[in-house]
């Protein structure tokens, strides 16, 4: 399990060795096909920001060689806001006083019909609070059932799982499965995480094995900007890709490095990435890996979201709603964070064509693999 190679990386060690790279190091890496983690830590370093432009055209060229000119596009929909966890950052956690939210199968398949509406959407993200109680495997297995005549590629966002529960929900549809560790820094994880399964560090770590085991297509991997230091945050992350792309090589794997937004729980991140920091990483991690899907949400600018769209980035959402139900059943109600492109599914399709890129409604390995 990741847990145990995690054990032997020192957190101290690497935040070190991060910031004591040189501009040799950075072209070292710069001028390597394959590169490994040493060198992605020389990208992310201070000493690589003079060379952002060299980046820039370095993952423009690798992302043209890998996609073309695609952005696969994605919708989520959440549909409870139920949670035992306590997180301190979420705008769902358990002690916040919102009403608590959790669709019936009817509220369900009025989504499903509302997004449809929106824009000729194939990819569904479908993401929940985490109450295994409440809103636990059958429940998400009955949404991935009543999805499948809507969408053709399913993806979930929910609690980690057991691998026979990853494997028994592949045959109702699933295709992918994104989870954020949100930090890898165990020794502070559960100052974050003080209550709640979430709070179990090494059974979230050790749930991208268990994806891995149950052969689920596509895992999403995520670390959230604004917890701890960053550039030791994705390093843990670029290391914990190259074991998963080495036990299970024949898993598609994907990234996502949100920064944090105001929430309900109005937590203040101890870190405050800029935006030239977010495309210094989106370039390194492209550099880094060739093959790896690089997704931004909503929650970034509709600029910062069209100027990577050339340069690094392959996945985007679109028109999202982040409360329960809220294409249609609810919604008014509260989200889980703030979005900041707030264009619909359609505006975002021509700013991408203007661009000269070309949206993609359907899975992207769906479109091109056959």
Same mark, same amino acid.
């Given at each position: 399990?990741? =847990?145990? #190679? ?16 040189? =501009?040799?190091?950075? *072209? ?12 992605? +830590? ?22 043209? %060689? ?44 009025? &989504? ?17 609070? #985490? ?25 979930? /966002?929910? +609690?980690?799982?057991?691998?026979? &529960?990853? /494997? ?13 560790? #949100? ?9 974050? !995480? ?18 891995? %085991?149950?052969?689920? !297509? ?47 729980? !109005? ?5 405050? +990435? ?15 890996? !060739? ?8 929650? *970034? ?17 679109? /028109? ?11 919604? %008014?109600?509260?989200? %889980? ?11 975002? *399709? ?21």
């Amino acid at each position: 399990m990741f =847990s145990d #190679e995690l054990a032997k990386i020192s957190w101290e060690d690497s935040t070190r060795a991060i910031y004591s790279k040189t =501009s040799t190091d950075v *072209e070292r890496a710069l001028g390597k096909e394959h590169l490994d983690v040493n060198d992605f +830590m020389a990208l992310i370093s201070p000493a690589a920001e003079p060379y952002l432009e060299v980046m820039a055209q370095l993952s423009r060229q690798y992302t043209l %060689q890998r996609f073309g000119k695609t952005i696969s596009m994605f919708v989520p929909l959440y549909i409870t806001n139920s949670c035992t966890n306590h997180c301190i950052y979420c705008g769902f956690q358990h002690n916040n006083p919102i009403a608590r939210v959790i669709l019936t199968e009817e509220e369900i398949v009025n &989504e499903y019909k509302a997004i449809k509406k929106l824009a000729p959407f194939e990819n569904l993200l479908l993401v929940t609070g #985490e109450n295994p109680v409440a809103a636990g495997v059958p429940y998400i297995e009955r949404a991935l059932q009543l999805a499948k005549p809507y969408f053709s590629n399913l993806q979930i /966002e929910v +609690m980690p799982l057991k691998a026979e &529960e990853y /494997e028994r929900l592949t045959h109702s549809g699933l295709n992918g499965v994104i989870c954020f560790q #949100e930090t890898y820094n165990k020794a502070n994880y559960n100052i974050y !995480h003080p209550k709640g399964m979430k709070s179990k560090f090494d059974w979230r770590v050790n749930g991208f094995d268990r994806m891995g %085991q149950a052969g689920v !297509h596509k895992i999403g991997m995520g670390v959230l900007i604004g917890l701890e230091e960053w550039r030791t945050d994705v390093t843990m992350m670029a290391h914990h890709l190259r074991y998963l792309q080495k036990n299970y090589w024949k898993t598609k794997y994907s990234l996502n490095f949100p920064r944090m937004r105001p929430s309900e729980g !109005h937590f203040q991140p101890n870190v405050v +990435m800029s935006d030239r920091e977010l495309a210094q990483l989106t370039f390194a991690f492209r550099i880094f890996d !060739h093959d790896v899907d690089i997704s931004y949400s909503t929650r *970034e600018s509709a600029e910062m979201r069209n100027n990577m769209a050339t340069l690094g980035v392959t996945t985007m959402s679109a /028109e999202s709603k982040t409360e329960p139900g809220g294409y249609y059943t609810y919604p %008014q109600a509260l989200e %889980q964070f703030a979005i900041n492109d707030s264009r619909t599914a359609i505006q975002v *399709e021509k700013d991408l064509k203007r661009i000269g890129r070309e949206p993609v409604w359907k899975d992207w390995d769906q479109a091109f693999d056959r």
